[in-house]
């Protein structure tokens, strides 16, 4: 696939009220893996465990996403700015696997948001219900799973207003994690009491 085509591969589209049009597109090795390397080795991604990386060394690591067909990232668009990139993928074929009970229709799904450059009320909750909006787009999804540290803070806050259940603390090998999950029930609840 040209990189024309790939660039402009659009996924799904949100319109979300002050914000405007949020779009998710296929991700992009050769042009985002800058961007992506200068939002995952600042402090505040800590949590993407990226701290220290080269840009070479975090090309190979979307160059293994890609190559998987149970993983996939994606990049979240604003006015054609890159705001947001976004990972989904198949719990059975992941660590996650051994320590929860994986259903038919369970997806995995991680999301880092760009540096704030100037605040925007509400942005990062937009951004948030874009990627579950996307996900629950697809009707064979039924639950999206996620595994945040223990000590982020800030993402445990747009979970549990998203409408994620927290169902225990977990040791993985490179993080003390919470098991949290969200049904498409969970989640429409959620956003209706938002609103």
Request: proline share 5%; hydrophobic share 35%; with cysteine.
């Amino acid at each position: 696939m040209n990189t024309i085509t790939q660039m402009n591969n659009i996924l799904f589209s949100k319109h979300c009220k002050g914000l405007g049009e949020v779009q998710i597109r296929a991700f992009d090795l050769k042009n985002d893996a800058e961007k992506i390397h200068d939002w995952v080795t600042r402090p505040y991604a800590r949590y993407w465990g990226m701290q220290g990386f080269t840009i070479a060394q975090v090309e190979e690591e979307y160059r293994k996403i890609e190559n998987q067909e149970h993983h996939h990232a994606c990049m979240g668009m604003l006015h054609d700015n890159p705001i947001f990139l976004m990972e989904y993928y198949d719990p059975n074929i992941d660590i996650i696997s051994d320590y929860y009970q994986v259903q038919p229709g369970d997806t995995g799904m991680h999301i880092l948001v760009a540096p704030v450059e100037k605040r925007i009320p509400k942005f990062t909750w937009n951004v948030f219900i874009t990627v579950m909006s996307f996900l629950f787009a697809d009707p064979e999804v039924k639950r999206i799973v996620v595994e945040p540290d223990v000590t982020n803070k800030k993402i445990h806050v747009l979970n549990t207003k998203a409408g994620f259940r927290y169902l225990k603390e977990i040791q993985l090998p490179h993080k003390r994690a919470h098991v949290a999950i969200c049904t498409r029930k969970d989640y429409e609840g959620a956003i209706q009491k938002s609103h």
